[in-house]
């Protein structure tokens, strides 16, 4: 089936998470281009593709390989290439939105991630029920196919009031950028420790803005 492969295919790139959602499901925050879809069909699918630190081991790979011209993104130039890749002769028609791309439609991808039954924490990150927040979410791709009968995933079971919730508040309310207050608010999250991020991960994603 093309959606097994097309998940074998994002994998083999780092992008280990796809989750379903039906184009009927998102929510009002999405463009409404990209809800009308311009599908004939009347129930397209959505499919929103993140990563968990599966991702960095072949991020870094690409960069170490030959003939690759770094850049201020670089990461969202190897998510690029990583989706085109995996995206390459898909049997079905789709629209591919970008999370670091705002033009033409910005998809708000976290509102997605709650239409998809995905929990977004009181820190605002989504919070997927095996690696907690440590995820991040690239892309939203609606395909020409039939989405059919759906149900939301339960989302994660985390307390946000005695967990990422006050931390959030503390690290928004001090001045000045300090990455651990920041990486502390992941850490507070019981789920997903085992997913938690290396430190050359941490560091490049927490470098000053």
């Known amino acids: 089936m093309w959606r097994d492969t097309l998940r074998r295919r994002l994998a083999e790139h780092g992008l280990d998470r796809m989750w379903p959602v039906p184009v009927r499901a998102l929510p009002t925050e999405v463009p409404a281009r990209v809800r009308q879809h311009g599908f004939a069909r009347p129930d397209p699918l959505a499919l929103l593709v993140g ?3 599966a991702l960095w081991p072949h991020f870094v790979a690409a960069r170490a390989a ?3 011209v770094d850049s201020p993104d670089p990461l969202d130039r190897y998510v ?10 898909l049997p079905v028609r ?3 939105h970008l999370a670091h791309v705002a033009a033409p439609d910005f998809v708000p ?5 709650r239409a998809a039954g995905l929990k977004v924490g009181a820190c605002h990150l989504a919070i997927d029920p095996e690696a907690g927040p440590w995820i991040a979410l690239r892309a939203l791709v609606v395909v020409d196919a039939e989405a059919g009968p759906w149900v939301a995933m339960a989302p994660a079971a985390c307390s946000c009031a005695t967990g990422c919730g006050p931390t959030f508040e ?3 309310a001090e001045a000045g950028w300090e990455p651990a207050r920041w990486i502390a608010v ?8 085992d997913h938690r991020y290396g430190p050359d991960q941490l560091a490049f994603h927490y470098r000053s803005p």
């Open 170 to 172: 503390r690290a928004r």
């Open 51 to 53: 990563n968990t630190r």
């Open 80 to 89: 690029d290439a990583a989706l085109a890749s995996a995206l390459r002769d």
């Open 94 to 96: 789709h629209h591919l």
């Open 109 to 113: 991808l976290t509102a997605v991630a």
């Open 186 to 193: 992941r850490d507070a999250c019981p789920l997903g420790r």
């Open 66 to 68: 030959p003939g690759w």
